[in-house]
């Protein structure tokens, strides 16, 4: 079985209906690392429905979370906005209402094209409504109950003024530098670091600290599953302490927890906003058909890493899609969006046709003709996977990968000179691609010059450099005749 059919079947034991809730801090780039957590529970959701349940998704954006520090790409000014939270800060590009609805905006719209649909709901909105005031109110009272279950859990010790809770500081804006010094049915109030002092509503006043706020959460949108970070499932960490909370505080049975492994991004390790080693989601959509973006993740179980090269280790994971397209895989099922119809046509066939084709669509159609596909097979899979390779090719394809087809003469040597003349006078236009490749090997062996030397006198008189695509396909696709014609020209 699938992991995520695994989950859904363990799921349905206890209910047929599930709230799966995720969440992230929309302090930087939504990644592709957060977005491993989107996708995992979407891939649980999907696996419920076709098991008969019924599933929906909970997406809260953390945009009561302070901005913890003045990141790399951040201008010099926000230092002042260290603490302050995410949704009171301005968006450093200005064309946002604030810094979180800079990062959020993108990130929903990636939602919808890679078909999760979520409901959306804001931390700073559910505090302003009330959601979380009987949870505030119930947390206060039973701060020193609270407090015990933390030092079991994690075997840290807390100050004995210590507070549940974060104020948020009406004079500084602040809400990690603020310390609640007592509260009745009305009022929490507090002193701040900066000198202020005063009270502010259970509504919109500050926030829960995160173990409280988490499972609070829990209970006000009746979550029954879960997805999380490693770090969350570390022994003694927020769930472990989430746990004990939920049932001896919030009366209220913790979530069925889904714990995931980072995404590591090749050479630079885990993906981190803070530290700029990301790619952002909504970037990578344009790249990727959202079929391929989601198999990515779902193909790996949840507690494996993921080791992920957007180069050439991208291929072959298309490659493996694309073998497995027509097989009914389950990880191929649970990542496609919609009804697409995949054709034969390769993604790495398609990169070196569109740019022999300068990413025309109806030249392209015609060299794949060529090629020997049937258009009316290709043309509706074709026309909508070349505006992906066109985009990644740009943005994250090896440079050996790119090419452009060059004219003039060439320098060759004269064994080089004698290979050419009786390579291309053995071509023709009826030989298959994989005979156009072995031809070379043959003709270099009876010219007497290696066959390595030769293949790169193919690619210098053709794009300029000494390697480039495999050398049968790409001249199917050039066209024999126009090949033998540049031979003639470059020696």
């Not at 010219?447 to 695509?469: C, H, M, S, T």
Request: glycine residues 8%; proline residues 5%; hydrophobic residues 35%.
């Amino acid at each position: 079985m699938h992991w995520a059919d695994v989950i859904a079947s363990e799921l349905i034991e206890i209910s047929s209906s599930h709230r799966i809730a995720t969440g992230i801090s929309p302090s930087g780039h939504i990644h592709l690392g957060n977005l491993r957590e989107m996708v995992t529970a979407d891939a649980v959701r999907r696996a419920l429905i076709d098991a008969g349940g019924k599933a929906e998704m909970i997406y809260i954006a953390d945009d009561l979370d302070p901005l913890r520090r003045r990141y790399p790409f951040l201008p010099e000014k926000y230092s002042e906005y260290v603490g302050m939270p995410l949704c009171n800060i301005p968006d450093p590009s200005g064309c946002h209402e604030s810094y979180s609805e800079h990062f959020l905006q993108p990130f929903l719209e990636s939602l919808e094209i890679l078909g999760i649909p979520v409901e959306v709901r804001r931390a700073s909105e559910m505090y302003r409504q009330g959601l979380y005031e009987p949870a505030i109110k119930l947390s206060l009272r039973e701060k020193d109950k609270i407090a015990q279950i933390i030092r079991e859990v994690t075997g840290r010790e807390l100050e004995d003024d210590w507070y549940p809770f974060m104020p948020l500081c009406e004079k500084c804006g602040r809400i990690n530098t603020t310390t609640v010094t007592g509260f009745d049915d009305h009022w929490i109030y507090y002193s701040c670091k900066c000198g202020n002092a005063g009270r502010v509503s259970y509504r919109g006043g500050g926030k829960l600290s995160w173990r409280l706020d988490w499972v609070a959460r829990w209970r006000i949108l009746q979550i029954t599953c879960e997805p999380f970070g490693k770090d969350h499932a570390a022994a003694g960490g927020s769930y472990d302490t989430g746990k004990r909370l939920a049932r001896e505080v919030f009366d209220y049975p913790p979530p069925y927890p889904v714990p995931y492994e980072w995404i590591h991004l090749k050479g630079k390790g885990a993906m981190k906003s803070s530290k700029g080693i990301v790619i952002p989601v909504r970037e990578f959509i344009e790249a990727i058909p959202p079929e391929i973006v989601r198999y990515i993740i779902i193909r790996v179980k949840p507690e494996k890493h993921i080791d992920f090269d957007p180069g050439f280790g991208l291929l072959e994971i298309i490659d493996e899609f694309e073998e497995k397209i027509f097989e009914r895989d389950r990880s191929v099922q649970l990542s496609l969006v919609k009804e697409v119809k995949y054709s034969e046509v390769p993604f790495r066939h398609l990169i070196v046709v569109g740019q022999i084709a300068n990413w025309d669509t109806e030249r392209t159609l015609e060299i794949l003709e060529r090629n020997g596909y049937k258009r009316n097979e290709i043309a509706e899979d074709v026309e909508r996977r070349l505006k992906y390779c066109k985009v990644w090719l740009e943005k994250y394809a090896p440079e050996t990968l790119k090419f452009k087809i060059i004219s003039g003469k060439v320098e060759l040597g004269d064994e080089e000179k004698k290979f050419v003349e009786r390579y291309s006078e053995s071509l023709n236009d009826n030989m298959s691609a994989e005979e156009i490749h072995t031809l070379v090997y043959e003709v270099a062996k009876e010219v007497g010059i290696d066959a390595n030397k030769a293949f790169k006198a193919i690619y210098r008189i053709l794009v300029g450099k000494e390697q480039g695509p495999r050398v049968g396909y790409f001249i199917k696709s050039l066209g024999v005749d126009w090949v033998k014609k540049r031979f003639h020209e470059a020696y």
